[in-house]
């Protein structure tokens, strides 16, 4: 990908009338929105709204689904990433992707957060040591298991699970993080570690959260999208959206009366 500037508005990221089918549906319609750099923009809505949908799109996930097809722009770094001749592989590694459930590889701690690295081609031990360190610190894992980098990954718990996938994701050195319900299958102690990681991690990272808890929005967020069957209702920062917001569906929706 080309020399990176800012879109002209200011985002490092934007999609412009973006639109989705899988198929014959239409799964996202005429999607227009800003993800500002070094903030964390939330996308809530009921369950099947197009949010899980729009956060894959932003680094190509949805191309492995047969019948996806998509039009508009995404535009990171001012540059449409839907074009014919993008390298999808390198759009994944700038913007990476935390799952809803942790996914770590069959292997080692180290090995785990090695991996992106060493498929890019960095084989120097020292190197790579660096790294593992460098990304288990900014992932607040380091210190729980910095004596035990040898030992299997699926011996950690949810939490540090998910954590050690955030490090996963953060040693390809990315600029846009994606998290796709990262808390849903924790509990309230290991949720409230990723939220504060979360705080953390935006200095240096623009991050987007799916997320089903409004709280969680509340707490994390600076930018908050409500989305409704496919479309974008409403926009805009985190608390204007709880608290003044100006479409009567999200009102309705922030206030529990949804439906």
Not at 157 to 173: H, K, N, T, Y
Request: contains cysteine; glycine residues 8%.
């Amino acid at each position: 990908m080309a020399t990176p500037r800012k879109n002209d508005n200011g985002a490092i990221l934007e999609c412009r009338g973006l639109n989705l089918w899988y198929g014959k549906n239409h799964a996202l319609q005429d999607i227009n929105i800003l993800y500002r750099e070094n903030r964390v923009t939330a996308l809530i809505g009921p369950s099947g709204c197009g949010k899980s949908t729009l956060i894959r799109a932003l680094n190509r996930m949805n191309d492995i689904i047969d019948g996806c097809r998509m039009e508009g722009e995404i535009l990171f770094h001012g540059r449409n990433i839907l074009g014919h001749h993008v390298d999808v592989m390198d759009v994944r590694t700038r913007i990476g992707m935390i799952f809803q459930k942790p996914n770590p590889f069959p292997k080692s701690i180290f090995d785990n957060v090695a991996y992106g690295p060493r498929i890019h081609g960095q084989r120097n031990k020292k190197a790579l040591a660096g790294i593992v360190e460098r990304s288990l610190k900014l992932a607040a894992l380091w210190e729980e298991v910095s004596d035990r980098l040898d030992e299997s990954a699926m011996s950690l718990s949810g939490g540090q699970q998910q954590r050690l996938c955030i490090a996963r994701a953060l040693a390809v050195e990315p600029e846009v993080l994606l998290m796709d319900e990262p808390t849903s299958s924790l509990d309230p102690l290991a949720t409230s570690k990723i939220e504060d990681l979360i705080d953390d991690l935006k200095e240096k990272y623009t991050v987007v959260i799916v997320t089903h808890n409004m709280q969680q929005a509340a707490r994390v967020s600076d930018f908050t999208g409500f989305m409704y069957l496919g479309k974008l209702i409403e926009f805009g920062r985190t608390e204007m959206i709880f608290e003044k917001p100006t479409k009567e569906l999200t009102e309705r929706y922030i206030t529990g009366r949804f439906g």
